[in-house]
């Protein structure tokens, strides 16, 4: 059965046709991403890879403001704030539920604010300054808590993102709070 006949040099359209869907697709398939092995290298203190290090946090407190600086002792590679989340829990493994009056902020090694991260509220778990900022070391996580004591509980961090190769990673670190 024909559905088309060609005669005469029609049928050298038909072959132009062909041939441009052809080369039409071989550039689309050119253009595809290259898929990438994720089985990354890691560089950290752990033979897993730690993605940041902290040190150990200081307190200060004058009359219920509790204020708690995190220093990143180091990071490789470095993250945007955005890929940081923060949370706090209990030493029994509870959540400690933030409050209106909580503030969270990143400093960098000069205690200038280079980061807002939003701890309570509906837009929780998000930064709302400075979020594509790297971080870096000796950059500091300083939590204010009103009216709420942190003693003896957790800082919890998820790192979440991808590596410069486009490798997904993600991390999740605790820091005992004395």
């Given at each position: 059965?024909?559905?088309?006949?060609?005669?005469?040099?029609?049928?050298?359209?038909?072959?132009?046709?062909?041939?441009?869907?052809?080369?039409?697709?071989?550039?689309?398939?050119?253009?595809?991403?290259?898929?990438?092995?994720?089985n990354p290298t890691y560089s950290g203190n752990t033979p897993l890879?730690?993605?940041?290090?902290?040190?150990?946090?200081?307190?200060?407190?004058?009359?219920?403001?509790?204020?708690?600086?995190?220093?990143?002792?180091?990071?490789?590679?470095?993250?945007?704030?955005?890929?940081?989340?923060?949370?706090?829990?209990?030493?029994?493994?509870?959540?400690?539920?933030?409050?209106?009056?909580?503030?969270?902020?990143?400093?960098?090694?000069?205690?200038?604010?280079?980061?807002?991260?939003?701890?309570?509220?509906?837009?929780?778990?998000?930064?709302?300054?400075?979020?594509?900022?790297?971080?870096?070391?000796?950059?500091?996580?300083?939590?204010?808590?009103?009216?709420?004591?942190?003693?003896?509980?957790?800082?919890?961090?998820?790192?979440?993102?991808?590596?410069?190769?486009?490798?997904?990673?993600?991390?999740?670190?605790?820091?005992?709070?004395?």
């Amino acid at each position: 059965m024909v559905l088309c006949e060609m005669k005469g040099r029609g049928w050298w359209s038909a072959v132009a046709v062909v041939v441009g869907i052809a080369a039409a697709a071989a550039i689309s398939w050119e253009s595809l991403p290259t898929p990438v092995d994720c089985n990354p290298t890691y560089s950290g203190n752990t033979p897993l890879g730690t993605v940041i290090a902290f040190s150990s946090p200081t307190e200060q407190s004058v009359g219920t403001d509790h204020w708690y600086n995190f220093t990143i002792a180091s990071v490789s590679p470095p993250s945007p704030l955005q890929d940081l989340k923060f949370g706090v829990q209990t030493s029994s493994g509870q959540p400690v539920s933030a409050d209106p009056d909580w503030a969270a902020h990143m400093l960098d090694h000069g205690g200038s604010t280079i980061g807002i991260y939003t701890i309570y509220g509906p837009t929780a778990g998000n930064w709302s300054a400075g979020g594509s900022l790297p971080l870096t070391s000796q950059d500091t996580f300083s939590l204010l808590t009103i009216p709420t004591n942190l003693r003896n509980d957790t800082l919890r961090v998820a790192d979440v993102g991808s590596y410069a190769d486009g490798c997904p990673f993600s991390e999740l670190l605790t820091v005992s709070i004395p």
